[in-house]
Each structure stands twice: as C-alpha cells, then as structure tokens.
C-alpha cells in the first residue's frame, strides 16, 4: 500500500492511497473461506461446495466490501497519524471508483479530495474591546412592572359592560359559518385605533370586525384563534365576536399576602423591601438579556479579527453531497456565510479551548449538574421541581440520552461555549455603558 499526501495550499489538499493486492488479497481469502464453511447450497453438502463456486457467487462483493473497509480505515489511520486537521470528511473521485474492473483489476488506485484548518494565531489582550450594555431600571419600568404584579395576582369577576383592560368571552364565527364556540378577546390585544369597537360592549352584543385590520400581531391572532402563528397570521376577512361574558381584573393589593404570592412566604415583610427585590429581579433580568447580547458582539468580534482561510469550494461541494436531496446549491451559496460564521467561531473556541485545558474543561458531572439544574428550573415552572427529588439523575439522564446523545452534545457544546466566553472576557477590556430600556433595544435592534 502507498499512501501520499498533496497540499495544494494552506486549505485544499489530496490524498492518493494505492492498494497492491498483497493488501487485500489475505482477507478476501478469508471471507471467502467463512462464506464456503456457512454456505448452504441446494445440491451441496454444508461446508463442502466447491471454493470456485463460492468465489463465483460472492467473490465481487467481498472483494468490493474489504477494498472500501481497508480505505476507510488507512484513510482515517493516516489523518490521525499526521495530525491532519481536516473540515468536514474526505470526498472520494468519482471517476476512479465508475472506471474500476472488479473482474480483472489487481491493483486499485482511489483519490480524496480534503479540506484543511488554516494556521491562525488569536490575540486576546486588553486592546480587544467590546461595549457591554448595563440597562437601567427606570421608574416607568418599574410603575408597569407593579402595575402587571397587582394584575396578575388580582381578582377577576364578570362586569356588566366593557372598558379597554377587559376580556370579553363568547363565540367566534366567520362569514364562511366557521365557529369557534369559546374565545377570549384581550381589548388591549387589539390595534389602539380599533379597541373602540370593543369597548362599551354588553353581554349578548355582537361585534363584527376584520381580524387582519384588528390584529396585526400574529401572536394575538395565535391567542385568539388557538391556531399557532404561521396559520394565524393568514386569518383575514370579517369575524364575529358574540359576547357571553366581560371579565376585568381586579388589581391585588401591596400587601404582605401580594409579597408572598410573588417572592415566596416571608421573603419580604415591608414595601420597601418589594420594591427593592423586584427592582432586583428586573435588572437581574436585563443583565442577562445585555449579557446574551455581549456574547454575540464578542463572537462577532471574534470571527472579525481571527483572520484564517477557509476552502469554500471544497466545503460547499461536501454541504451539497453529505445533504443529498435535502439542500439545493442555491440554498447553500445563500446561507454560506451564516455557516462559516459559526464555523469560524466553532475553530477559534476549539482552539482556545486546547491551549487553555487547565482552565477551560467540562466534565461529565458538569453535563449532568446543568441538566438537573435545567430540569429543576422547567419543573419548578409548573410548580413540580419538589417532587422530583432523588428521581432527578434519572430524568437528566434519559434527558442526555435521548435523541441518540445529540441531548448531551448540545448541552456540552453550551457549557463550552459559556466556559470559552467566561474565559476570553478575563482576558480582554469590557467597556460598559449605561442606558435606559429603549437605548438597549436600538442597539439589539443594530445587531
């Protein structure tokens, strides 16, 4: 056997292996023997029909099956042997397996074409800078924030006639005589130029209105129709509402039993300290939100100064053959340059990651400690995170096996990514910048 490599350049390069068949040969001998002694052939006693006979037979696919498991596993040997950094997977010449003569051929020559991981260096200093946003808590953010708590925890009872904080409840019918026999309207859902038509309304009234003038938000349109928003959102022509109930909450008091309902029993005893907690819950919340953003300027930053080539050609050719029938050309040039954005970033992390492994590792109990910490947040959503109890490794473990372990790759490359982040913000200058609600939205907006 004869293996050598060609580097066209940093990127793009090929590799020819040359079987003799002295490298086959011996096994193909072998399995023909295995087929001979199983064989059971009418006219043939078990284990006596002639070698000839079998060779004839299944000769061909044996022959064809070693080649390509001895290919694979000296194309693979050799990569790992010489430390090829390759992207995506060899791609086989075509032509040299259409042109072979399994029949008379003794020696075989095949060709793979490779993409290659350019060399590049990653500075990270002080000189790296990126803008973290601290958003805050105005106190218009917090009027509504107080005015959405005393709602939601309120009392709801029915009134006799609409004004524009109420629900009205009743049957929902088209021109066409579709019905749906119980809605809820949420006034506030509606456009404000066309919340009038509903406020002022009685029970037992019916409001005629065109659902696409109305709505213009397909989540309300999804609310109101129970359908989901891609077939909500097509909904257009006149409806009718006939009202059988108005509802209208009641706010809850700022009391002991509201500090209660919101942050658990005895967490909070005086006003003061409601406001204090929840004006901390909010900007916890907005630091998350200007944290996510910091990520993606960072990447973006990232990808931006890490210049490296890539071999576009060969990648795209290897999208297109390992997505047969699944992806055109035209949608892989189209979402080209999304892919090796996270491509790019996916190398520069690695990179970051192998020369850093002191500092920058997740463990197995890491997988497991953020799954169970997942779970515990979804489960305590619905009230159900207690009564898991020491049935939790359980559950995170069908969690992380499931979808074949693309459960536990996905929740790894996430503790990676965070871990790799963490590690490259002590490294660079972080230059924050206060701003209200609206400031961080443009720049959310902006990116």
Do not use: C
């Amino acid at each position: 056997m004869d293996i050598t490599l060609n580097k066209k350049d940093n990127t793009n390069a090929s590799i020819k292996i040359i079987l003799n068949e002295a490298d086959y040969q011996p096994n193909v001998e072998q399995k023909i023997k295995e087929y001979r002694k199983n064989a059971n052939i009418k006219g043939f006693r078990p284990g006596k029909v002639p070698t000839s006979y079998i060779k004839k037979l299944y000769g061909k696919s044996v022959l064809v099956e070693e080649i390509n498991s001895l290919l694979s596993k000296s194309l693979t040997d050799y990569i790992k042997e010489n430390d090829l950094k390759i992207l995506g997977e060899p791609i086989p010449n075509q032509e040299d397996v259409t042109n072979i003569d399994w029949d008379n051929q003794k020696d075989f020559e095949f060709e793979y074409t490779l993409g290659l991981v350019d060399e590049f260096d990653i500075k990270l200093d002080d000189k790296f800078k990126v803008e973290k946003y601290v958003i805050e808590v105005s106190d218009k953010v917090m009027k509504e924030t107080m005015d959405n708590l005393t709602k939601q925890h309120g009392e709801t009872e029915s009134v006799e006639e609409s004004k524009t904080e109420d629900s009205l409840e009743g049957k929902l019918s088209t021109a066409d005589g579709e019905v749906q026999e119980k809605v809820v309207l949420p006034i506030e859902d509606a456009e404000k130029k066309e919340q009038k038509q509903f406020v002022g309304v009685k029970k037992g009234d019916e409001v005629k209105f065109d659902i696409a003038k109305t709505f213009k938000s397909a989540e309300a349109k999804s609310r109101l129709l129970g359908q989901n928003e891609t077939d909500a959102e097509a909904a257009s022509g006149e409806y009718i509402l006939t009202v059988s109930d108005i509802k209208r909450t009641k706010p809850a008091e700022v009391n002991q039993e509201l500090f209660d309902k919101v942050f658990g029993e005895g967490s909070v005893k005086t006003r003061e300290e409601f406001d204090k907690k929840v004006k901390e819950t909010i900007a916890e919340n907005y630091d998350r939100e200007s944290e996510n953003l910091l990520n993606r300027d960072l990447v973006d930053s990232l990808v931006e100064k890490t210049k490296f080539e890539l071999p576009d050609e060969f990648l795209k050719n290897w999208l297109l053959l390992s997505n047969e029938g699944k992806v055109t050309q035209e949608q892989i040039d189209k979402e080209y340059d999304l892919y090796t954005k996270d491509l790019r970033f996916n190398l520069i992390k690695n990179k970051i990651a192998e020369a850093n492994q002191d500092n920058i590792k997740v463990e197995h109990t890491d997988v497991m400690d953020y799954t169970k910490k997942m779970i515990a947040e979804q489960f305590g959503a619905y009230g159900m995170a207690d009564q898991l109890g020491e049935n939790m490794d359980s559950f995170a473990q069908n969690y992380l096996q499931g979808e074949n372990g693309e459960n536990y790759r996905k929740v790894y490359e996430e503790m990676l990514n965070k871990r790799v982040l963490d590690f490259i913000k002590d490294k660079i200058t972080i230059k924050e910048k206060k701003v209200d609600l609206d400031g961080f939205k443009k720049a959310v907006d902006k990116n």
